[in-house]
Each structure stands twice: as structure tokens, then as C-alpha cells.
């Protein structure tokens, strides 16, 4: 079986063979962070669910292992992990929302409190359907109208004073071409397309169980990587998990 990860060396040639320098370390840094998302968990056994990140030099640089597609109200919160297997963010659904909300989660630290308020990164929802072209939009912490009061498992509104959203996604993600913009200015900081495989004419368009994720530099992968999980969540649709084989 060939490779679904990005090849650094290969991407390096490709490089060389347009009369281009290789990339300095300098660049490398400033450089957009290419990954190849597979839906499907690094465990590998029969009946698992869940996402393998590669970066662009093969190596595993995000996690899901095992989580249910079940409805929100039965799946119970999600972990991202790094590719050691790491926790880095908790993911947790609005059992009652009309948005179909998520919120994310730094994870606690030893001896802090499970849900404690002050480490809610951000909360996710999806678009209506009169809202045209976006799929979803984020709310990051400072944006949140929730308070200390109000319960996890309860719909905390709109955000005060209709305020805009910190990021929206524009595009279809079940059909694997959407942009993660950034609200303020509307930059595109993040972009999902269909992963191709493959040298020259031979190239062939993979299944949408695979696909490129594109982040620009000076932008937090695992908030993207996190918000790309929770997408995958909110355009729900039956998923029957592969079968392992030797």
C-alpha cells in the first residue's frame, strides 16, 4: 500500500527540478504546515473511529483514537492528542443546543478542576442554512457569553451584543473544500481540500476519508486540527468504520 502522507524528500525534488532552492531553516519556519488528515484511528483494530494527522515528513502529528459517531447526546467529549498520544484539548458537545454547539478545552492540568471555566478556549457552532456559504463559526474564550454560572450541558446564546465571530468556515467540508477565515479580517488561516496521490497524469483524486489540511504559519495548529474535529462532527452523516485486513 502506497503512502497517504505528504513526502518532505519528494516535495524537495519537485523543488529542485523548477530551478528553486531548497528551503532554508528560516523559511521552513515561516512556511505554511502542510498535514494529510486521515479518518481513521491510528489503533488500527476492527471497529475503531477517529482521525491520524501526518505532517508533511510522514510523521504522526495528531490523534483520535476511538471515539463513536453516535449522536452528541450519547458520544461524550472527544480528545485530541499529539502523536505520542499526548491529551492536548478536550472536545465536549451542547447537549442542548439549537446550533449543534461544541466547546473546547485546554486539558486540565493535575490538580485542577475537570470543567473549570477558565480553561474554555472556544465554542463552535453551525451555520443556518440562511447564512449562505458558511458551514460554521467560533467563538474563542473572550468572545464566549457564558459565565461561571451558567451550566455546561445548556445553550449559552448568542454571543453579547451580536458580536462577530473570531473565525467562520466557508465552503463544504463533507465535500472536502472549505477556508477557515479569521473573523476580524476575513484572512484565510487554514484550508481543507481533497488529497491527491500520485506523479504527473497519473494523479488520482483519494476518497473523502482523506484529505490535505493547509495551515498558514504564525496560526495554532491544534485549535485548527481541533476545530477541523468538531466540523467533522456538526456535518454529521453514518459512517461505517474499515476493516482491518492483513
Excluded at 83 to 99: E, F, K, N, T, V
Excluded at 137 to 158: H, I, K, L, Q, W
Excluded at 191 to 219: E, M, W
Amino acid at each position: 500500500m502506497s503512502r497517504i502522507y505528504p513526502n518532505a524528500e519528494a516535495s524537495r525534488r519537485r523543488l529542485l527540478l523548477r530551478g528553486g532552492a531548497a528551503p532554508s531553516d528560516s523559511a521552513s519556519a515561516s512556511a505554511a504546515a502542510c498535514y494529510t488528515v486521515w479518518m481513521r484511528s491510528s489503533m488500527g483494530f476492527q471497529g475503531t473511529d477517529g482521525f491520524s494527522v501526518y505532517d508533511a515528513g510522514g510523521a504522526l502529528a495528531f490523534r483520535v483514537d476511538n471515539y463513536s459517531r453516535r449522536r452528541k447526546i450519547f458520544a461524550g467529549e472527544l480528545t485530541l492528542m499529539d502523536g505520542r498520544g499526548a491529551p492536548l484539548l478536550s472536545l465536549r458537545p451542547q447537549i442542548i443546543s439549537m446550533h449543534d454547539q461544541w466547546n473546547c478545552y485546554k486539558v486540565p492540568e493535575e490538580g485542577q478542576t475537570k470543567r473549570a471555566r477558565s480553561q474554555q478556549l472556544f465554542s463552535m457552532r453551525k451555520c443556518s442554512v440562511l447564512q449562505g456559504n458558511r458551514e460554521a463559526e467560533v467563538y474563542m474564550s473572550s468572545a464566549c457569553s457564558t459565565t461561571t454560572t451558567t451550566s455546561p450541558a445548556s445553550d449559552p446564546g448568542p454571543p453579547t451584543g451580536h458580536q462577530a465571530p473570531s473565525f467562520w468556515i466557508e465552503g463544504c467540508f463533507r465535500r472536502r473544500s472549505c477556508k477557515i477565515r479569521r473573523g476580524g479580517d476575513g484572512q484565510e488561516v487554514a484550508r481543507i481540500a481533497r488529497k491527491k496521490a500520485g506523479p504527473g497524469k497519473a494523479t488520482l483524486t483519494l476518497g473523502d476519508d482523506v484529505f490535505s489540511l493547509v495551515v498558514q504559519p504564525d496560526v495554532d495548529c491544534e485549535m485548527i486540527m481541533a476545530l477541523v474535529v468538531v466540523l467533522d462532527r456538526i456535518c454529521w452523516r453514518p459512517y461505517t468504520p474499515l476493516i482491518c485486513s492483513s
